[in-house]
């Protein structure tokens, strides 16, 4: 079956340092989205991708985070001078049409 | 925008029991109302959705209903498994295209043997 990858799977960095979230959507699907999760509370929408560019995005989402889809396979998730509250589980999803979002395992990032 | 509440925060019962949590949406736009289980340490995987032209939807053990003038909906799972156990989001979502979903509080399900 089909499913969304993500790496890596824990990210350790220190306040100020720059991360890359890497993600690679299932393979025939167009829509891309990063959500984010803090421990022990609901799932929160960052952002969402299409067609190269954003369609679009929370009010967490910003000028700190940037996204974008390098090749025709992987889609990435920048986060430029981390923050401690940064530190969250990131989630990457992917849609066809129908909106029906398949999620990946998730990237922990610990920031020290 | 959307805001979706979620009920219970925890819910224990025993094996073969069934178990239903329930959920409210504001905007009435959303057509589409998926629910995942989460296991720990794991992303969210979809369990079943409903979109509004329905008003239930069976997939074995697990249901949904739907009441758009209501503007809520439930998961029903009959005959739990400990294998059950685990936190339940529901979301909502415009149906038009695709859309960020706006997800519930979860819901922590623990099915004891």
């Known amino acids: 079956e089909p499913e969304v990858t993500q790496t890596p799977s824990h990210q350790v960095t220190q306040m100020g340092q720059e991360v890359i979230l890497r993600c690679v959507p299932i393979?025939?699907?167009?829509?891309f989205y990063w959500y984010r999760q803090i421990l022990g509370q609901k799932v929160e929408f960052l952002v969402s991708?299409?067609?190269?560019?954003?369609?679009?995005k929370s009010e967490i989402f910003d000028d700190q985070f940037s996204v974008e889809r390098p090749d025709g396979s992987n889609f990435t998730l920048k986060i430029r001078s981390t923050k401690l509250e940064d530190s969250a589980m990131y989630f990457c999803?992917?849609?066809?049409?129908?909106?029906?979002?398949?999620f990946g395992a998730g990237t922990r990032l610990s920031v020290l | 925008g959307e805001n979706v509440e979620q009920h219970p925060s925890t819910l224990s019962v025993q094996e073969g029991d069934s178990a239903v949590i329930k959920c409210t949406y504001s905007d009435s736009a959303s057509n589409y109302f998926p629910w995942y289980k989460q296991e720990l340490g794991k992303g969210p995987q979809l369990i079943i959705d409903i979109r509004s032209n329905v008003g239930e939807k069976k997939d074995q053990r697990i249901a949904v209903t739907l009441n758009k003038t209501a503007k809520h909906f439930s998961l029903h799972i009959t005959e739990t498994q400990p294998e059950d156990s685990a936190v339940y989001f529901c979301?909502?979502?415009?149906?038009?295209?695709?859309?960020?979903?706006?997800f519930g509080t979860g819901t922590r399900l623990l099915v004891s043997p």
């Open positions: 393979s025939n699907h167009l829509y």
């Open positions: 999803a992917s849609s066809d049409y129908q909106n029906i979002q398949y």
């Open positions: 979301a909502a979502s415009p149906n038009t295209g695709f859309q960020k979903l706006v």
């Open positions: 991708f299409y067609n190269n560019e954003i369609s679009e």
